[in-house]
């Protein structure tokens, strides 16, 4: 009979495969996870830097601007149809645009 404490060299093994298993199989799930968020996050402040450029719009007759958020710069141009928010994307730049009507 076997009196050691501890666990084998070989269960060791195993418990160290599977956890490497687990690890390797979550991280690009997180990491895909959490580029989503950002890109996300994004396009929800080139709403509100939309919704600001047609309010300043309305108020001033105002056609462009650019404004900061979270240390990125979104830009806005106004034509007689839309309005386009530009902005940088996680991975490209990214357009936002919006059919208007007074």
Same mark, same amino acid.
């Given at each position: 009979?076997?009196?050691?404490?501890?666990?084998?060299?070989?269960?060791?093994?195993?418990?160290?495969?599977?956890?490497?298993?687990?690890?390797?199989?979550?991280?690009?799930?997180?990491?895909?996870?959490?580029?989503?968020?950002?890109?996300?996050?994004?396009?929800?402040?080139?709403?509100?830097?939309?919704? @600001?450029?047609?309010?300043?719009? /309305?108020?001033? *007759?105002?056609? =462009?601007?650019?404004m900061?958020?979270? %240390?990125l +710069?979104?830009?806005? @141009?106004?034509?007689?149809?839309? /309005?386009?928010? *530009?902005?940088? =994307?996680?991975?490209?730049?990214?357009? %936002?645009? +919006?059919?208007?009507?007074?």
């Open positions: 009979m076997n009196n050691s404490r501890g666990f084998s060299l070989p269960e060791t093994i195993v418990s160290l495969s599977v956890i490497f298993l687990i690890a390797t199989t979550l991280l690009p799930l997180l990491s895909n996870m959490a580029t989503q968020l950002e890109e996300k996050r994004r396009k929800y402040h080139s709403s509100i830097v939309m919704h @600001e450029g047609i309010k300043m719009h /309305i108020a001033e *007759n105002i056609l =462009g601007g650019k900061h958020m979270d %240390n +710069l979104y830009t806005f @141009e106004i034509d007689e149809e839309q /309005i386009c928010v *530009n902005y940088e =994307g996680m991975r490209e730049e990214k357009y %936002n645009c +919006l059919s208007i009507s007074f």
